[in-house]
C-alpha cells in the first residue's frame, strides 16, 4: 500500500510562490508516474503537471511557465514550484501515483491566494 503526504501549501498573496512536496512510501516511487491536480469548490479536479519515471514533464497549457514539476527518487518526493501565483490558482492540490495501472492520491494540501 502506498500513502501520499502533501505539505507545502498555505496563504500566499498574488504574484506569490509556493512549493509543494509530496513524499510517498514504499519502494516503488522511483518506477511511477506522478502528478499533481488541483480542485477549486464547485469545479472538477483537474490535471496540473505531470512526471515520468524518468522525468518527463507535461503540464495543463493554461500553467506552461509558471507551474514547475520535478523529483527527486533518493527522498520519494515529487515537487510542484508555483510562481506568479493568481487567485484562480485557489484550490485543494492533490498528488497522485501511477503505476501498473493502480493510482494513489494523497489527501490534498490548501492553496489560497489572496488578491
Known amino acids: 500500500q502506498v500513502q501520499l503526504v502533501e505539505s507545502g501549501g498555505g496563504l500566499v498573496q498574488a504574484g506569490g510562490s509556493l512549493r509543494l512536496s509530496c513524499t510517498a512510501s514504499?519502494?516503488?516511487?522511483?518506477?511511477?508516474?506522478m502528478g499533481w491536480f488541483r480542485q477549486a469548490p464547485g469545479k472538477q479536479r483537474e490535471l496540473v503537471a505531470t512526471?515520468?519515471?524518468?522525468?518527463?514533464?507535461n503540464y495543463a497549457d493554461s500553467l506552461k511557465g509558471r507551474f514547475t514539476i520535478s523529483r527527486d527518487n533518493a527522498k520519494n518526493t515529487v515537487y510542484l514550484q508555483m510562481n506568479s501565483l493568481k487567485p484562480e490558482d485557489t484550490a485543494t492540490y492533490y498528488c497522485?501515483?501511477?503505476?501498473?495501472?493502480?493510482?494513489?492520491w494523497g489527501q490534498g494540501t490548501q492553496v489560497t491566494v489572496s488578491s
Open positions: 512526471i515520468t519515471s524518468v522525468g518527463r514533464t
Open positions: 514504499g519502494s516503488i516511487f522511483s518506477l511511477a508516474a
Open positions: 497522485n501515483l501511477m503505476y501498473r495501472g493502480v493510482s494513489y
